[in-house]
């Protein structure tokens, strides 16, 4: 199939281009370089990989790119908390207005496939298992955005959506502002974490398997159609004290210290179930384990600076 993807030259973006290609599909990348990044140079020598400098929010540029595809991923966005309040209103017309544009610009029978965030769960009490049908209940302007957006995308026909876990892994547009990635990186830099409410948990997914999930979507949209999916490793709900013992088994020396006073600005505190993309036939497959020694390698080769999104 032929396929737009807005922001393909982020985090995302750098893994799944090569992951649809590999499965022999056509890949347009339409991105406005915001972060500089050179992720998607290894694709240029693919005879079906093809990229357009500009901004998802360009109605003009939309419209003529759109009319020439069958499938649209939308990965332009601000994301994490910082960038998005740094920039709220470049966060609402990214997240959420350039989706709604997309969206009206589509004819129904092109299939939009969206990454949204489990973030939309906010915080509940990190016991009970957070299923597509619990209340979306975002508690940062990112999280409202992404949900806001969704909800518009579920009203219409030909759509997938997968709330996506904590991200981790090695990207050609890395990031280090992801708990797993961050916390590994002040592992090996720093010697020691410093955690704000160790007790709260979220769910985590490698990039690859995120890539992979988009791929199953792809290969199965007929009977996934119109539905939410939870995308994240069924045995990392994990604590931040239990994902830093995990990154110490790697990094004995690291020191841990659990906060008595103040706090994460970060409140997220949920469990997720991936059951029903499960029963589709889908299972993340890299573990915690293997992406934090993943890591430790990208990390002998990292530059210094660049690399977070605020």
Same mark, same amino acid.
């Given at each position: ?21 590999? $499965? ?44 020439? +595809? ?18 709220? +209103?470049?966060?609402? $017309? ?31 009490? !990190? ?15 990112? !999280? ?11 009203? $219409? ?11 981790? !892994?090695?990207? !050609? ?34 990039? +690859? ?29 994990? $604590? ?63 530059? +210094? ?6």
């Amino acid at each position: 199939m032929k396929i737009l993807i807005t922001g393909g030259a982020g985090y995302l973006g750098s893994v799944l281009v090569g992951a649809l290609l590999r $499965s022999g599909h056509k890949v347009t990348v339409v991105d406005n370089l915001l972060h500089r990044t050179h992720g998607l140079f290894q694709y240029c020598v693919e005879e079906h990989f093809d990229f357009v400098k500009g901004d998802a929010r360009n109605e003009t540029l939309i419209r003529d790119l759109v009319a020439k +595809q069958d499938v649209v991923i939308p990965l332009a966005a601000l994301v994490g908390m910082p960038a998005c309040e740094r920039d709220p +209103q470049g966060t609402v $017309s990214t997240n959420y207005e350039a989706i709604k544009l997309l969206n009206r610009l589509r004819s129904t029978d092109q299939r939009i496939i969206y990454p949204c965030t489990n973030s939309g769960y906010g915080t509940k009490t !990190g016991e009970v298992h957070c299923t597509e049908e619990t209340p979306m209940e975002p508690i940062s302007l990112y !999280g409202k955005t992404k949900v806001d957006a969704e909800k518009v995308l579920l009203d $219409s026909p030909n759509v997938v959506t997968l709330r996506l876990a904590t991200v981790f !892994g090695v990207s !050609g547009r890395m990031r280090l502002d992801l708990l797993v990635n961050d916390f590994t990186h002040r592992a090996v830099t720093d010697r020691s974490l410093l955690l704000y409410e160790a007790h709260f948990k979220r769910n985590y997914v490698h990039i +690859q398997d995120v890539a992979r999930a988009f791929c199953h979507v792809m290969d199965n949209f007929e009977k996934m159609e119109g539905e939410p999916y939870n995308v994240g490793l069924d045995d990392a709900n994990l $604590s931040k004290l239990e994902l830093a013992e995990t990154i110490k088994k790697y990094v004995p020396e690291l020191y841990i210290h659990m906060a008595d006073v103040g706090s994460d600005p970060d409140k997220r505190n949920y469990i997720v179930s991936n059951e029903k993309i499960g029963k589709t036939g889908f299972f993340a497959q890299h573990t915690i384990d293997k992406g934090i020694q993943e890591l430790l390698k990208a990390y002998r080769m990292l530059p +210094q600076t660049g690399l977070a999104n605020a």
